[in-house]
Structure formats: C-alpha cells, structure tokens
C-alpha cells in the first residue's frame, strides 16, 4: 500500500532542491554522523563560501529538521544561507557513542556546522531545538551571533517538565513525544496546536509508521533532557535573543515565556502570535514567516553596524 505521508515527503524534498537545497552528509568524528540540509552553492568545489547571512534552523522533538521548518526553508532560502540539521536519532544523523545528553547534541551540530564552513550564524530553535540551540549560545558563543526562540526554555528542570506534563495531560516525556498508536499521533498533533489541520486516520498511521523510529535511542535523549532545579543556573548569554512565541502554547504557556524573557534580561524581545500552539511556525506559519523576517534583518543590520 502507497504511503501518502512518503509521497508527500518526497514531493517537499523536489521543493527544497528547486529552491536551491540539498542534503549533506557530515561525519562528526568515526561513528557519528549528522544530515544536514545546507545551501547547493556551498557544496561546489568551486564555490565553496557565500557572502549570505548563515540561518541555523533547529527542529523539535516530533519531525525531522526540513518537515519542521518547511514553510521557513521554502521562505527565506533565497535570501539566507539556510542549514537545517537532523539531531542526532533523527532524519539520517546517528551515532555509536552512548552520550544522550544536550551537550552532546550541541557540540554535534557545532561541529557539523563549523565542517560546512559556516563561522558565525543565527540560530532559530523551536521547543528541543530550541533548548538545544541555548545549549549551542551557552558553549560556542563565537559561532552564535543571535537567536531566535520558539516555545522553549534555557534547560528542562524537573519542575518546567512536570507543568508542562499537567498542562497536555501526560506522566512523561515519552508517552507525550513518542505515540505507539495513529490515535497517540492525533493526540500529540492536537495538544501542540491551536486549531491545526485535521486529517484522515490512515494518515497519522502513516506519520507514525514514518516518523518514530530509534525509540529506544529517542527515549534516553528525553531522559537526559531533564535536569533538577538545583542543577540548573542562568548562563550569561552575550547575543541578542528573541522569543517568538505560540500565544496558545500549552507545553511552555506565555506565562514560561514571559518568564524566561525576565531571565535573559534587556537583551531579549518577546513577541507572541495569536490564535497558535507549540508548532506555531507549522499552523500559522505566513504570520511567523514575516515576523522572522523582521527579526533576521534587524540581526543583520546589527551585526553589520558593529562588524
């Protein structure tokens, strides 16, 4: 039986080619190797270098890098040079080392990147992403100028992750993140949204029959995301950081994101969009689109003004 949710896959890898994207393998080291979708013109031998500002998009829990960002890639592909990784479990990207934790996901990435020739970029990171991309600005602030953060938090304390359970209704990451059944997919795809695209049953078999493989490996990545209060303290974050937020965010409501905004402090914007959840960039994503436009260029223009 055709898999519809492969085809449709298929078809958005055509768009991303036309738009002028490809997939790259980069080995990290002997047994660990991370997919990247990155810029066509970076991958000639000829013409290795682009003068285009470097965007970094960090994905979720749930999809891949480029079924996460689509709408975003497809967006600002002409425009910027656009690298979206598959973390480690997810898309092509693996490893044979035991380490689950977030460092190890962010010196991953940061390795990958600074392979692919990109010096300096902005992260933009969405719910793990996004915790992971902090993680990224934290250890390698030479390589992160800017960020922008979508319905995440600085590092997933027991007490952030046990409001969050109570909010969605779950007892644990992995019942939330990682659904056994087309009805656990619904589930999931509900209370990330607002009032997201409904579909036929055959179609959340087909995502789950698709998309939740290394479930094992997946599992133990959610068990070292979360942290004890104690543990956690507030790094000192030099880039300009924005948070574009889901007003309707059930997993880290406004009330997290107004708090984190104290947190970072006068350098960090919050701005949050109406009528939109935990996957705003995927259920609104024309009103994202153009508020991240606005936030790359003013980054840009910064960073030009004091290079």
Request: proline letters at 4%; one cysteine or more; aromatic letters at 12%.
């Amino acid at each position: 039986m055709v898999n519809c949710f492969l085809i449709y896959k298929s078809i958005l890898h055509g768009a991303m080619k036309l738009v002028g994207m490809t997939t790259q393998a980069v080995e990290i080291e002997p047994g660990t190797v991370l997919n990247f979708w990155v810029p066509t013109e970076t991958t000639n031998r000829t013409k290795n270098k682009t003068n285009k500002p470097a965007v970094v998009f960090l994905h979720g829990f749930a999809f891949d890098g480029i079924l996460n960002w689509q709408f975003q890639v497809l967006g600002l592909a002409k425009k910027y040079a656009v690298y979206v990784p598959d973390f480690l479990f997810f898309g092509g990207s693996f490893t044979d080392r035991p380490e689950r934790t977030v460092e190890f996901q962010s010196e991953c990435t940061a390795r990958g990147l600074r392979k692919l020739g990109v010096e300096k970029c902005t992260l933009v990171g969405l719910s793990y992403g996004g915790i992971v991309g902090f993680k990224m600005a934290e250890m390698y602030p030479d390589l992160v100028e800017s960020m922008v953060v979508t319905c995440a938090v600085m590092a997933l304390t027991e007490s952030l992750n046990n409001a969050a359970l109570r909010r969605v209704g779950f007892s644990s990451l992995p019942e939330n993140l990682l659904p056994k059944t087309a009805e656990g997919v619904k589930t999931l795809l509900d209370k990330c949204s607002y009032r997201f695209l409904r579909f036929h049953n055959f179609f959340y078999r087909e995502i789950l029959e698709t998309m939740f493989n290394h479930r094992k490996e997946r599992t133990e990545l959610l068990q070292a995301l979360v942290i004890s209060d104690e543990r956690f303290t507030i790094p000192h974050y030099p880039q300009k950081m924005y948070l574009l937020w889901g007003e309707n965010d059930l997993i880290f409501d406004i009330e997290t994101a107004r708090k984190l905004k104290e947190q970072l402090g006068e350098k960090a914007t919050l701005k949050a969009i109406k009528k939109a959840g935990h996957i705003v960039n995927l259920e609104r994503p024309c009103v994202y689109n153009r508020n991240l436009k606005r936030i790359l260029g003013s980054f840009t223009q910064e960073n030009a003004q004091h290079s």
